[in-house]
């Protein structure tokens, strides 16, 4: 069960606040029946897919730090970290190190870039009906609906054991 967090103050949540949330989370993926996950293995590749710099007020890249630690804490192994680019420009060295911090800056080959362009894989399609409605009638062929090939599993290091989505990062035109 997923419970909210309520801020202690006005000025948001604590850190022991979000230590805390981020540590139930990971619990709970980590307890997620089969398929989903294989409990009593630990995670010997895990990817986490936090939203890139123009996100970053979203303290995604603290959560992401939050998480990490508790991967360790597991005996499960960071695999990679990819931030959602979509069709923004890569982070630069200095930008990753200012939203995640120096432990997983300095993790060489840590960081994959999301190439939107030729690192995708269709795994299916929209409807045109839906794509339709979904436009007002704008757009009324379907539309392929594309993951990176890290996530799906064909990319270097892929298959994970798990994914973690941290943040709001969600499908969008």
Not at 26 to 51: C, D
Not at 65 to 86: N, Y
Not at 106 to 123: C, M, P, Q, S
Request: some cysteine; aromatic content about 6%.
């Amino acid at each position: 069960m997923i419970e909210s967090v309520v801020a202690d103050g006005p000025d948001g949540l604590s850190p022991s606040q979000i230590s805390s949330a981020v540590a139930k989370c990971y619990a709970l993926a980590r307890s997620a029946p089969p398929p989903t996950r294989r409990p009593a293995a630990p995670s010997k590749k895990v990817l986490i897919l936090p939203p890139d710099y123009t996100r970053y007020h979203s303290q995604s890249g603290l959560l992401t730090q939050h998480l990490h630690r508790e991967l360790l804490a597991a005996g499960d192994s960071l695999s990679a970290v990819m931030p959602a680019l979509g069709t923004h420009a890569p982070m630069t060295a200095a930008q990753i190190g200012h939203m995640f911090g120096p432990e997983l800056a300095g993790a060489e080959g840590l960081f994959r870039v999301h190439d939107w362009r030729n690192d995708v894989k269709t795994i299916g399609h929209v409807p045109a009906e839906l794509v339709a409605a979904a436009t007002d009638g704008y757009v009324d062929e379907e539309w392929p609906a594309q993951l990176n090939k890290l996530v799906w599993g064909d990319g270097e290091g892929g298959p994970h054991d798990l994914v973690f989505s941290v943040g709001q990062v969600v499908p969008h035109e």
